[in-house]
């Protein structure tokens, strides 16, 4: 593709909306705040979130419904980008939305064959209702791995369910069912990058090589801590990108006993220090030093090259990790944590 036609008109809009995300001063106005409540003043007055927030106001807010609509102003993007976009980038955005989907269907798994709790489904469900090959209402009403399956049967979802259907009712554990879903879902997205132009294709391994590379080694980590797989199974589920990990490294990982000893098989400097660091953290939130990795390396590239699709990829995860740090202060005013212990989960704070 001819990049330098392709980007003009939506990298001019997302210039505008980038300009409106919210500042380093509206996260500290917000942890200051005491009541949910006044969170969504703050953010219905002061910032761009308003329009998805109308539909709530003038009323008692609650946390889940205020989450719920900021969770569903992130999905809307898909609509407006879409409009911009040849077909193939169209194919691409398309699928990148898609990741939305997977996490509603885990949620759904986990709700309905774990935790049974019917309210959770209806607060946290952001995207797969859009899906209108997805028959929603039979799907949220199913009560058992089967009457799942039965729902999704059309769908490539099935052949994922289909594998591991006896595994399930003997361990009953989905983490394996979710690993699957994210292996496929990255495969695909590598394979509609194939077609990308070189300069295209160094932002996508760049941004998304970063978070699968990362993505790997967590998930390693956390087989190694919590679950019993060999190293060939492992190596089943890790997802077959290499940006700055190699496939021999991998490997070397699934084989390591002590998860703690992970980052001493890491060649590449920074990730060996981030792992290390993440494992050595006394407040025991490893994911964030991943996020916040590959957050100040969005902020580093969103604006190297005009014409490419890193201003597309880093809008749409600067616009997801705002919104996550958004429910964590609203999560952190709802149980009164001091405002210190709030920073301490903010994808942004500086680990």
Known sequence: MAAIFQYPAINAKLKALSSKMLKEKDFQNLIELNSVQEAFNYLYDNTYYKEYLED??????????????????LVLSEDFLKKYLSSDLEKFIEHYFKKFEIEDLKIILRTILMENEEDYLSDNLIYIDRNKKIDFNNLIQASSYQEIQEVLKELHYAEILD????????????????????????SHLNDLAGGFSKKDKK????????????????????????????????????IPFHFKVSREELRKLSQVNNPDDLFKQISYAPYQELLENAVKDANNIFERFFLNYIFKKLQQIKSESFFTISNILAYLYLREYELRDIITVIEGIRYSLPDERIKNFLIRREV
């Open 163 to 186: 594998e591991f259907a006896e595994q399930y009712q003997q361990n009953k554990n989905l983490f394996q069912i979710e690993m699957t879903l994210d292996f496929h879902y990255f």
């Open 56 to 73: 709530i106001s003038g009323q008692e807010i609650h946390r889940r419904q205020l989450e719920l609509n900021l969770k569903k102003s």
């Open 203 to 238: 932002y996508f391994d760049e941004i998304i090589g970063t978070q699968i590379d990362l993505l790997n080694i967590q998930w390693i980590y956390r087989i190694k801590r919590y679950y019993n797989l060999s190293s060939g199974e492992i190596l089943n589920y890790i």
